[in-house]
């Protein structure tokens, strides 16, 4: 007999969230100086030594404060009641970027020619990044009721409105704001709710060539997006060249840094010669000073994580728990994958932050409340008991999220 009583949150994901956050924090108290003393020299910039630092520090404390709301304050059953309001939210806040930045406005921050921060004082803030977090809710809600429903591959029930949603979603990332990075998460997170909700195979598939097509095509019409595949083919057949810089230099770090690294605040390619360092670059950083073991661990820590958040969707009963995590690991999964793959060279530099270890606020913030989120859902989930087993007299029973009594024993 299965049996669903509120118990102890999972320890693997909680330890691994707070370690990977601690590392995050020392890798860039160590390299935060290089960086600043780049910036000045290079751009006649006046950062203070621990500029970097303090602000990561900062990111740290608001993403600890988004974790522990996700995991105790903030029931999922709440976000799902308003997931259509949130998802709104989320949609108005990439439109008003967009609308800002045709505009010429200063509260739009723009790098290398492509809008994608609000900028408020100095404070900026992605609304991609709150995008996210606001479709694998929407999702795990709409998926849900339409698999109750009976209508799950039907064209005016399920694949209209779905296809609206997502569209949207993509056209404000991937065309108004040049990110495909974030479009391909987002497309990763829809595929991987799609298959756990049960959509019919032939369907599907044709989903899958229709996505694979449409982003041939960015790639090919988007000229710096060719020009990223390029490097990468060159860097395959041994070509060298300035496009093929960034990944040679992540490539020399992380060989560098040999079997054991060379030490916290040792890096040399955090002195000016890996671009990104703190950034998009941070895997091969850490190579570099920790060495093949220390990456050997960080990947195991980020392994371990996602394994128990599989875990906590296999024995989770609601399907739309059960949605929104696997929701949570596709977004965190496909933002691991292609950092490491694109600084090891096995795939394109696409811009794409390693989770709660590169510098930088918002991506953080709802990363970490995302798996706040699988932490709580991790708190409800089911086991088999025998026959006469006292399911009460177990250690952290109490009520459930299920039901409002006590279930006799």
Known sequence: MAVVRKHKSDPVILFSTLGLLALGLIIIYAIGPMRANVLNSTYGANYDQNFFFVK???SVALSLVAFFVAFKVV???FLRKWSKLILIIALALSALLWILSAAGS????CELGECRWFNFGGMSFQPAEALKIALVIYLSDFLARKKEEGNIGKWQEFWWPLCLVCGASLGLVVVAQGDLGTGITLIAIVLGMLLIAGVPAKQYLILLALILVAIVGFIVFGGHRMARIESWLATLTGASSDSTYHIENSMLAIGTGGL???GIGNSVQATGYLPESINDSVFAILGETFGFVGLAIIIGVFVAMLLRMLKVADKTPELSERLLVVGIFAWVFTQIA????AMTSLAPVTGITL??????GTSMVFIAFAIGLSL?????TSREVTKNENTSSRRGVGWTHHSSRRRNP
């Open 56 to 58: 990561q520090l900062q």
């Open 75 to 77: 029931p999922y059953k």
């Open 106 to 109: 200063s509260l739009a921050r």
């Open 260 to 262: 054991f690294g060379v």
């Open 338 to 341: 292609v950092n490491i793959m």
């Open 355 to 360: 989770p709660l270890l590169s510098y930088g």
């Open 376 to 380: 709580q859902i991790s708190c409800y």
